[in-house]
């Protein structure tokens, strides 16, 4: 073995800390209607778990709920999980 | 302005607490540096969310280093690289507790050097990672878990430490105002030498508030005159747009202090306090912009 491959790395793997989104207790859910696509929620959401689309990728998204909030047309609601 | 690319150098997800602002601060740094760079990280929240070995969900190289040496390492790393002709930039993100308490010797040298890099302090006001306790960056009258009755003494200026340095380069920014951020990393990476970035990332377990409210505590920050959002370059001093317009009214400290769990039943002494260090440095800070003092 190199002395290279006995250090500690690790390796860039999507899914390291799990799929987080079963931490989530509510959901976004993106009412098009009122949406004017402006990109605030995606700009902001830590997770980067809005996408271009301005689909949630919900394997991933915590339920923070940032965006709901920021959302200037008030056009995101978090919606209680069913367990 | 470059538009900010739609690349994301952090894979899907990190163990962050949701609403986290050092991961959002993290995803527009990262944004603005590029691949090709080293990040070095000392212990903090962002040591540990980065993942667990073998696995980590940082899509660029990160160096992580004991608490007192990130400076150091980057001074090192970054001579390496100019040595092999590389133009491979160096970031050394830390935390307050480990840049105004424990990493301050190194953050010094690396600056009385000259070294080329850009330091980012992400700063959640308290040793996140191990439960929040107090750091020297806590401000007077926030709860933590070893000042349980409210911090006694204030936020220590580490901008003015560093200003001290005359770095080519030095800014404040805030979590809340990515594009900012954004565009202040950008800069600071286009200019040689050592560079510093403070940034205010609201934190919702360790300051006591609901996860979706972590950017409207930044705002609050900024627009209550508690955080104020400038650069410094070559010395000179300009206060950054949101900031400018939140000096001209204020909105009143307590909008900030309310929501905010570790500042519950904060004196009023605290309170009187907080709000004559923020006019303070307000004050000075537009009489350097307009070069009187
Ligand atoms: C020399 C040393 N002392 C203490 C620790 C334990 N420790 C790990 S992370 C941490 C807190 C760091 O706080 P800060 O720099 O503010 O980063 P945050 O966790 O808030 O992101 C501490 C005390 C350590 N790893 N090394
Ligand atoms: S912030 Fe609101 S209005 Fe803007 S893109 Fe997102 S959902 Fe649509
Ligand atoms: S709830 Fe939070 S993690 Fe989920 S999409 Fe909104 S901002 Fe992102
Ligand atoms: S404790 Fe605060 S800074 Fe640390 S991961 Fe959680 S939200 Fe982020
Ligand atoms: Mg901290």
């Given amino acids: 073995m190199t002395t290279r491959m006995r250090l500690a790395i690790s390796r860039p793997t999507k899914g390291s800390s799990g799929k987080t989104g079963s931490w989530r207790v509510f959901r976004p859910v993106v009412d098009k209607e009122k949406c004017n696509a402006c990109g605030i929620c995606a700009m902001l959401c830590p997770e980067a778990a809005i996408d271009e689309e301005l689909e949630v990728d919900l394997e991933y998204c915590k339920g923070c709920g940032i965006c709901a909030h920021e959302c200037p047309k008030s056009a995101i609601s978090m919606k209680r999980e069913e367990k | ?293």
């Avoid at chain 2, 163990?15 to 995803?27: H, N």
């Avoid at chain 2, 020297?136 to 936020?155: C, I």
């Avoid at chain 2, 340095?165 to 030095?170: V, W």
């Avoid at chain 2, 009187?272 to 009489?287: D, F, G, I, N, V």
């Fill in chain 2, 1 to 293: 302005m470059t538009e900010i690319p739609t690349e994301e150098y952090i894979l899907k997800c990190t163990s962050a607490c949701a609403g986290c602002s050092d991961t959002l601060t993290l995803r527009y740094v990262l944004k603005a540096a590029g691949p090709d760079m080293v990040l070095v990280v000392p212990a903090c929240c962002t040591s540990v969310i980065q993942g667990a070995y073998p696995n980590t969900a940082m899509n660029v190289p990160v160096y992580n280093v004991a608490f007192a040496a990130a400076a150091a390492c980057a001074s090192g790393m970054s001579a390496a690289f100019q040595a092999a002709g590389r133009k491979t930039r160096v970031i050394v993100y830390a935390g307050d507790g480990g840049t105004v308490d424990i990493g301050i010797q190194s953050l010094s040298g690396a600056f009385e050097r000259g070294t080329d890099f850009l330091y980012i302090c992400y700063d959640n006001e308290a040793y996140g990672n191990t439960g929040m306790q107090r750091s020297g960056s806590t401000p007077a009258g926030a709860r933590t878990t070893t000042t349980p009755a409210g911090k006694v003494q204030t936020k220590k200026d580490l901008d003015g430490i560093v200003a001290a340095h005359n770095p080519p380069y030095m800014a404040t920014a805030c979590a809340a105002y990515p594009r900012d951020l954004f565009k202040k990393v950008e800069k600071a990476l286009s200019i040689r030498g050592p560079k510093f970035i403070h940034v205010l990332a609201p934190c919702p377990p360790g300051w006591r508030f609901s996860s979706e409210k972590s950017v409207e505590m930044g705002k609050l920050a900024v627009k209550t005159g508690m955080w104020i959002l400038y650069e410094r370059e070559q010395g000179k001093v300009t206060i950054s747009g949101p900031s400018k317009a939140a000096m001209i009214k204020p909105l009143p400290l307590e909008e900030y202090l309310a929501p905010q769990g570790r500042f519950k039943g904060i004196d009023a002494a605290s309170v009187a306090l907080l709000k004559a260090q923020a006019e303070k440095t307000a004050k000075r800070l537009l009489r350097e912009e307009e070069g009187t003092c």
